[in-house]
């Protein structure tokens, strides 16, 4: 009997192991169901009535917009009309509508404009006191909120999940960090300068590598200004020439130029290099690109000239990628600004790839035997006299 007592106890010890297991099995089946739904996108869209004011305040007639999810819908939450510039009203219109218990999507129109309109900036607001379940969900609708706005309005991204990430102090301090330089460690500063340094002798028909260091003429502090505002994009434009008695880099003008403008600020001349911000759309997505444009009219100015701005445009490029940080898409040379239109730019910027063209097959020889091959050569073949 004693025996039989233990031999139940024990029994009923694997059937309770058993239906843990099973337990624990489902379990783990239903959470990686729930990561492959939430992983995906979560099926919710915009309600008529969101998507019509969506198509309106992208006319510039709303400051902001919060859009939050409610019975399975994205809805509008609320909106704020502009009342002074945008810096002014960031603060004063996005902290009080933020709340800390749940999740929402905040659109602020800033004052700045592309070719589709006003740039506006997208905040993903997810607190921490928040329910997993809603930062889940807010995180996998949020590609559906940019695409039902319109992606090409959207000039920034911003997440936060306190007040101090997404305040207005804390978006000069996101754009300071986008514009900063990757970091790097000792090893790679160091093998990044001796790139710098080294001089390239590899010469061949395809080459155009840079064989001498070239002349370093300082910018004066006002054309530094100046690029440092083409980097902000607050001005689209920048000319700079020599100053071949000082021997420094002095700037022309910044006047607001298009496309349709950018030969008529090309000299006939006199050699001047260009910075020019590019704003264009390429496949489907918007670009600014600065492009630099060096302008050599011929043979109308100095060879003193011609030497000079030839050797100083590397050390000037240089300067303008390692020291100001400005990226540089496209280097262009040109004897006119004839050739300088948005065909022709579009091209530079973005080339057209080539397809891969087939070797030439050789056909094969006719069908059918040939007859032996001659062992022997017969007289005056190897060139003697019979």
């Not at 960031?90 to 902290?95: K, V």
Request: net charge negative; charged share 30%.
């Amino acid at each position: 009997r004693e025996r039989e007592r233990e031999d139940g106890k024990y029994k009923y010890k694997i059937n309770d192991r058993i239906e843990v297991a099973e337990l624990c099995e489902q379990s783990r089946a239903d959470t990686q169901t729930q990561r492959a739904e939430m992983s995906h996108q979560t099926g919710i869209h915009a309600t008529p009535q969101l998507r019509e004011f969506l198509a309106r305040a992208r006319g510039g007639e709303v400051r902001l917009i919060k859009v939050v999810i409610k019975d399975e819908q994205l809805v509008l939450g609320a909106h704020r009309e502009p009342s002074r510039t945008w810096d002014r009203d960031y603060d004063t219109f996005l902290l009080p509508l933020l709340d800390d218990q749940e999740p929402c999507y905040i659109l602020f129109r800033l004052d700045s404009q592309n070719a589709q309109g006003y740039e506006w900036l997208f905040i993903s607001w997810s607190p921490d006191q928040s329910p997993v379940r809603q930062k889940m969900l807010y995180a996998a609708t949020r590609a559906t909120v940019k695409k039902e706005f319109g992606g090409g309005h959207i000039k920034d991204e911003m997440f936060g999940t306190l007040q101090e990430d997404i305040c207005f102090q804390g978006y000069l301090r996101h754009m300071t960090s986008c514009s900063a330089p990757a970091p790097l460690t000792t090893a790679e500063q160091e093998l990044q300068q001796i790139k710098i340094n080294e001089v390239k002798t590899e010469i061949s028909v395809e080459s155009k590598h840079q064989t001498l260091q070239g002349l370093a003429f300082p910018l004066q502090e006002e054309a530094k200004r100046a690029l440092l505002q083409l980097r902000q994009r607050k001005i689209n434009y920048v000319q700079l020439r020599l100053d071949t008695e000082r021997e420094t880099i002095e700037l022309v003008h910044t006047n607001p130029t298009e496309i349709g403008d950018l030969p008529g600020h090309v000299p006939t001349d006199t050699p001047r290099y260009h910075f020019f911000l590019y704003r264009h759309s390429h496949e489907g997505d918007y670009l600014e690109s600065v492009v630099f444009i060096y302008s050599m009219p011929g043979y109308s100015c100095s060879i003193k000239e011609r030497m000079l701005y030839s050797s100083c445009k590397s050390r000037l490029l240089d300067e303008v990628e390692q020291t100001l940080h400005i990226e540089v898409a496209k280097k262009i040379e040109t004897d006119s600004g004839a050739e300088l239109t948005a065909e022709f730019l579009y091209e530079e910027v973005h080339p057209k790839q080539h397809a891969f063209k087939q070797a030439f097959s050789k056909p094969r020889g006719p069908a059918g035997k040939r007859g032996h091959k001659r062992l022997i050569r017969g007289p005056g073949e190897n060139g003697e006299d019979s």
